[in-house]
């Protein structure tokens, strides 16, 4: 399998950013998932899984290594009155390196008519502390949008589910894949750029995939990795 593409979110839940090659260390893809938005009332971070909304914004690092949100009207913005008046509550744009604690984040059952909070990774605001890189192949997506999954590396090919369990080997960087990615109402969420809402997509992951898709791993060694690279044995 090689990189057919490289993704990194830098705001949790925002679009995104295509890439053509990008370093990997032990918090993942640099730039990725390194601030959140958080509701200033209950202190609970803000996840499209409850606020849909989010998929409408975009997120990308300017060249200090900072971050912008581009809204959908184009409002290029940091400022906390700018995000709370476009999403209707009192929030804050947190970094992870200055919130190094758990933290909390607003979920749905799947069902959508009940919600609980769930708790995240400490560092880069991942929800899983062991996955750092999220890795899907073309095959195992087959005719789904490859957006609605948000991993950082897209492979041409087929076969990361057998990578559980083992080092690989992406551009420089060494991979260790611990685990399959558990799925949630996230993946049946519009998105911009013609995605509708499809509740179809989550029961068939469930019903036929044990309601997880793609993989997860940690970075013990760093490097760079380029659209391209060949996924090898490390």
Partial sequence: ????????????????????????????????????????????GLTARRVPDLLFA?????????????????????DDGVLSDWLGRAVTLRAAETDRGPRHYEAPDDDEDVWDAFEGASGAF?????????LVSTGTLGT???????????????????????TVRLGTAVLDVLKPV??????TRPQPGGIARDNGILKTIHRERASTLAVGALVPVPGRVAVGDELVPA
């Fill in 144 to 166: 789904w949008d490859r957006r609605r999954f948000r991993a950082n590396v897209l492979l041409d090919g087929a076969g990361e589910d057998a990578l559980v369990g083992s």
């Fill in 126 to 134: 991942h929800d899983s502390s062991r996955i750092r890189v999220s």
């Fill in 1 to 44: 399998m090689r990189v057919q593409e490289l993704w990194r979110y830098p705001v949790k839940s925002l679009q995104g950013e295509r890439l053509d090659a990008v370093d990997v260390g032990p918090e993942g893809v640099t730039g990725d998932r390194q601030w959140a938005l958080f509701d200033r009332s209950t202190g609970y």
């Fill in 182 to 187: 558990s799925r949630c109402v996230m993946v």
């Fill in 58 to 78: 975009a997120a990308r690092l300017r060249a200090d290594g900072g971050v912008e949100v581009v809204l959908p009207d184009g409002t290029v913005t940091t």
